[in-house]
């Protein structure tokens, strides 16, 4: 009898944004013989480059990247279509024998890929487009007076987020804390295949800080401007990515550009906060922090060392 050659497992790769998930990706693909699956809610975006701190050409060209550039502007696209994608190229990427390494900041999309999408139903279009011409404040009244426990938890300044979360009652009559709490109860990977990767208050800050003003030396005003003119005006998804809102709203007259530039330096580390707590309450997660002057092949280093332990 022949051997039988295991399946390679996902390795999953976590954290808030402009922590320094991308290179350390990339190391760890190299070194693992791996592809890597991006979990990110706005990099599937074609043209959301600069804003969503996309991985170059260089880069992709040397690694293979999944789930980047997979929907137009003009398309709608959320967890459901994440999960069906991301399960397809994981397969895909098992079939060649190699590992797939999912690595991305979009908490809802680690979850959903890990424990399934539960009940929700799909959007009804009528209905979407009822809530998105209600104000924000009556959406979130009705939401604290129908479902306190995630009035509590969502992004209230989020309005896709709101507007969801009240279609969703709506149509089912339930909370939606009740439901989420209803998905699937498949168990989460070992913890030595998850990992999130984060860094002290001061450092992320930091990193944030110097991210947000790369991004506007490297053109994301007048990339953003260039969108505009393909849809992304109309796609309230895509519109709600950090930074492109912001500069939209500055090209609209409402806010100076050193002004856009420090709003979205501030929306950033919020953004990055709600990112923590949100993998603080994934099951599975095996917590890696990282030194200011730390470089991205010693903690690949260190994360070998970790899976190599718990063989």
Not at 148 to 171: F, Q
Not at 191 to 206: K, S
Request: proline letters at 5%; hydrophobic letters at 40%; aromatic letters at 4%.
């Amino acid at each position: 009898m022949g051997t039988v050659t295991p399946i390679p497992e996902p390795l999953l790769l976590a954290g808030p944004t402009a922590v320094g998930k991308s290179a350390i990706a990339l190391l760890l693909a190299g070194r693992l013989n791996g592809e890597i699956v991006s979990v990110d809610s706005m990099q599937v975006y074609r043209g959301l480059d600069i804003g969503t701190a996309k991985p170059s050409a260089t880069d992709r060209a040397h690694i293979p990247h999944h789930l980047i550039d997979v929907a137009d502007l003009t398309e709608s696209f959320d967890a459901a279509k994440f999960a069906a994608l991301a399960h397809r190229a994981v397969t895909e990427i098992q079939s060649r024998g190699r590992i797939p390494i999912l690595c991305g900041g979009t908490g809802l999309y680690f979850r959903v890929y890990l424990e399934g999408l539960g009940e929700t139903p799909a959007a009804d279009a009528a209905l979407r487009a009822e809530l998105e011409r209600t104000p924000l404040e009556q959406l979130l009244e009705e939401l604290k007076s129908r479902d306190p426990a995630t009035y509590e938890k969502i992004d209230r300044k989020n309005p896709r987020r709101v507007v969801r979360a009240v279609e969703i009652i709506r149509l089912t009559g339930k909370p939606v804390s009740a439901q989420r709490a209803g998905w699937s109860n498949t168990p989460a990977p070992p913890a030595r295949r998850l990992f999130c990767l984060t860094r002290t208050v001061d450092d992320l800050r930091a990193r944030i800080d110097r991210r947000v003003e790369e991004m506007f030396r490297g053109g994301l005003v007048e990339e953003t401007r260039r969108l505009l003119d393909k849809g992304l005006g109309e796609n309230k998804t895509a519109l709600q990515a950090l930074g492109y809102r912001q500069v939209v709203e500055h090209l609209r007259g409402e806010r100076s550009l050193p002004e856009t530039i420090e709003l979205v330096k501030t929306r950033t580390r919020q953004f990055a906060k709600r990112q923590l707590t949100w993998f603080r309450k994934q099951r599975g997660v095996q917590w890696i922090e990282l030194a200011a002057d730390e470089s991205a092949d010693s903690v690949v280093n260190r994360l070998l060392g970790k899976l190599e332990s718990s063989l």
